[in-house]
């Protein structure tokens, strides 16, 4: 197979997709994270948005407190499965992030990257308890997102100067 490999394509080793257009890792709770790999590259849909198979792996840090031993173990229970194939979207003109077991955006969860309401209406949606709709929308969508960006550096750099002033 190896040699039929290397004559179509010159080369002994199959093609690996580029993990530009997902967000590697993302926080999902206390001790808990997400790694995301890519497995295709972005599709456009017919109705504009776009596309993108990952597999999700979700990881919890457990301590024993006795040994002061930690260690990551693959998620159960209500962090769900420890590793699910899903379909990723992103509405870049809507400003919308959607997940799916199904390519056709089927029985999706979807939301807006923003805050549309209140005081922080506007702003990224980039927190752990949304799932960090924000910056996995900004991988697909980055001329989109960066005014968000943009914001999100800005809450950074006034954090970083904050803990300055306290020492």
């Not at 948005?49 to 999700?56: A, C, E, M, S």
Request: aromatic letters at 10%; proline letters at 6%; glycine letters at 8%.
């Amino acid at each position: 197979m190896k040699a039929l490999l290397f004559l179509l394509t010159g080369v002994m080793n199959p093609l690996t997709v580029t993990q530009a257009h997902v967000l590697p890792v993302f926080g999902c709770g206390s001790s808990c994270r997400v790694e995301t790999e890519q497995l295709s590259l972005p599709e456009v849909m017919n109705d504009g948005w776009l596309k993108i198979k990952v597999r999700q792996r979700t990881w919890i840090n457990t301590c024993d407190w006795e040994t002061q031993e930690c260690r990551d173990e693959p998620s159960s229970g209500r962090a769900g499965p420890p590793v699910i194939d899903l379909w990723l979207f992103a509405g870049c003109q809507g400003e919308r992030f959607a997940t799916s077991k199904n390519p056709d955006r089927t029985d999706s969860w979807e939301q807006d990257v923003f805050y549309r309401e209140g005081d922080v209406a506007g702003q990224p949606k980039f927190q752990t308890v949304h799932g960090n709709p924000f910056m996995r929308w900004a991988k697909l969508c980055p001329a989109e997102a960066e005014e968000g960006m943009l914001f999100i550096q800005g809450s950074l750099d006034r954090f970083r100067k904050a803990l300055e002033e306290v020492k």
